[in-house]
């Protein structure tokens, strides 16, 4: 299995809504991401998972928390977001933080939630 | 610093090659990557070069690294509408910072029949 998967692939909420993202990867990575992408823009990291422990909040609002059941999954609980929240998120994983040697070159993304907040 | 730049567009014909140019600015990067995205879809990693690597090829992608200008190009040999796409290039710092890839604005690709 070489794959990030995203559920769901669409989400449409109300900004007292609250959702959560999953993302679910068994290639054994011990590192995976969060990315925020607007249309034809790149994508903006928001957090970096490493073995399960949160190491990288890029600054984000509360109103986005991530967490890391285990080394598989990776879930992002949404609440009370505005209307420029809506955007592509992406969930990446990758060997390990900056792993530049073995099989695993680069970063394995999902196909990514698009969300839309009313 | 970090940064790392593209042009914005790139238009070419069914056959023809394309050539997809990316600076960065961080000397230290280790591996320079290419991802491509397809309109509703998530990045594709299409290739990659390590910093110590002049060249590499797969198929019809041969990547250029010029590393005393800092300079990255995508080849694409007999370009199809299949490859219209974003391209993104990003590179990664070196062990133990973080794992932050740094991307670049990406190149829209349009292949013209």
Same mark, same amino acid.
């Given at each position: 299995d070489t794959e990030v998967t995203q559920t769901p692939k669409h989400l449409v909420m109300g900004m007292t809504n609250k959702k959560s993202l999953k993302c679910e990867q #068994?290639?054994? #990575?011990r590192a995976m991401y969060w990315y925020k992408q607007k249309a034809k823009k790149p994508p903006e990291l928001m957090f970096v998972y490493s073995y399960e422990k949160l190491?990288?909040?890029?600054?984000?609002?509360?109103?986005f928390s991530p967490e890391c059941p285990n080394s598989s999954l990776l879930n992002l609980h949404l609440h009370?977001?505005?209307?420029?929240?809506s955007a592509l998120y992406l969930c990446a994983s990758s060997q390990d933080l900056g792993v530049t040697d073995g099989p695993n070159y680069g970063y394995t993304f999902g196909s990514g939630t698009r969300l839309t907040v009313v | 610093g970090e940064d790392v730049e593209q042009s914005l567009f790139l238009s070419v014909r069914e056959g023809d090659s394309s050539v997809i140019n990316c600076t960065y600015t961080? *000397? *230290? *990067?280790t591996y320079l990557y290419w991802y491509k995205q397809e309109p509703g879809a998530g990045l594709q990693l299409l290739t990659y070069i390590f910093s110590n690597m002049d060249m590499k090829q797969d198929q019809r992608l041969t990547v250029l690294l010029n590393k005393k200008d800092k300079h990255l190009s995508l080849r694409i040999a007999d %370009?199809? %509408?299949?490859? *219209?796409a974003i391209y993104f290039c990003a590179e990664s710092p070196p062990w133990?910072?973080?794992?932050k890839l740094i991307f670049g604005q990406g190149t829209e690709l349009s292949v013209k029949p």
């Open positions: #068994h290639m054994g #990575h190491s990288i909040n890029e600054s984000v609002p509360s109103r009370a977001l505005q209307p420029e929240d | 961080d *000397s *230290s *990067s %370009t199809q %509408t299949g490859d *219209s133990g910072q973080g794992g």
